[in-house]
């Protein structure tokens, strides 16, 4: 389940964000400090291109997504996702999660935010997500290298467009 983050969901949020495996992966790999953390939460109110929705797994917060750049005219989007990684792992339900997050987040994209694209964009050395994304339709449609904290990395943009069945 998908469900807007509430200020309770607030310290959750960053400190998932921070967890080593998702800052390894990530486009910005700092360590975000409680005062970043407060200036991105206050940036969210009433934002209508950015959305932030926390995902539940069996009514326990367990992720969070990001639909961001919300375009309602070109019924676009960017979008991203990381979890809470230590304690899926303790309950065995990383790799569920993994699979099940990224299905909602598309769902919810086409369906609830009425969009028809929804783009991202994903390191090459991620390759879980890479191989994900290609079997849930999405497509690497360019590349580019960027420097990202001294070291050159290739950031592939991904895209999925609504399909008659979504």
Do not use: C
Request: charge should be negative.
């Amino acid at each position: 389940m998908l469900r807007h983050v509430t200020e309770s969901d607030k310290e959750l949020v960053r400190v998932w964000r921070n967890h080593p495996e998702v800052r390894a992966v990530s486009l910005t790999r700092g360590e975000i400090s409680p005062e970043q953390h407060d200036a991105y939460w206050e940036s969210l109110r009433d934002n209508e291109t950015r959305k932030v929705f926390m995902y539940e797994k069996g009514g326990v917060p367990a992720g969070v997504v990001t639909f961001f750049d919300i375009d309602p005219d070109a019924k676009s989007a960017m979008w991203g996702f990381y979890l809470d990684n230590d304690g899926l792992t303790e309950r065995g339900e990383l790799l569920p999660a993994f699979i099940d997050i990224q299905r909602r987040a598309v769902r919810f994209a086409f369906g609830e935010l009425g969009l028809d694209e929804l783009n991202g964009e994903v390191i090459d050395a991620n390759a879980a997500v890479r191989r994900m994304n290609k079997r849930n339709g999405f497509e690497e449609i360019a590349a580019d290298e960027r420097d990202i904290d001294g070291e050159t990395v290739t950031v592939h943009t991904i895209r999925r467009r609504r399909q008659p069945n979504d």
